[in-house]
């Protein structure tokens, strides 16, 4: 069935499109929910059930060529809304930040920056903290986080770039340069 057909047969009501749905955007939708609640298998499956309960109750908003992005921002603002509602903070852990290697110091290094990374990321107010990590790790366009936490376009432009100036700062106080590898 194309999708264009499978969105026929749910705004007909068809039980079996919905089971189609569900077959073909499980790993995709679980996935999603599992970069944000990492470790919580429960909950990702409870989120994942109430995503396609979601299209189903939305039908009518489908369009051809948009499910899986439809399905994929249900699924990133309920991960988040989780996230809210029991009043963590996003998972921005020293662990993300690294990348794998065999040398200690460069190790040692990447956890030292990481660190300072977070402790710059917790001076920024909660919602700018959380649109650099949709935008920045999550890797939601600014429009699409925008979009999401019910902010103006230039708004979350404006929070980036001093975020990112936050960032840069905090770090030079640390004595982290940046620059490219001829400048050093």
Known sequence: ??????????????????????????????SVIARILRGRQADVEELT?????????????????????????????????????EHESLPLEDDILLLETDDPDRLLDRRETAYMVNQAL??????????????????QTVQEAALTMGINLSTAKTWLRRGRET??????????????PGDL
């Open 122 to 139: 917790s001076r920024l107010k909660r919602p700018q903290r959380e649109l650099f990590v949709r935008h920045y790790y999550y890797g």
């Open 49 to 85: 059930a109430d995503v396609f309960l979601a299209a189903w109750n939305n039908r009518d908003k489908l369009r051809p060529g948009q499910v899986k992005g439809y399905l994929g921002t249900i699924a990133r603002n309920r991960a988040f809304n989780l996230l809210r509602s």
């Open 1 to 30: 069935m194309t999708e264009a057909e499978l969105i026929k047969a749910l705004r007909r009501g068809n039980p079996d499109a919905l089971a189609e749905l569900i077959d073909c955007c499980t790993p995709y939708i679980s």
């Open 167 to 180: 960032l840069k700062n905090e770090l030079r106080k640390e004595g982290y340069g940046y620059g490219t």
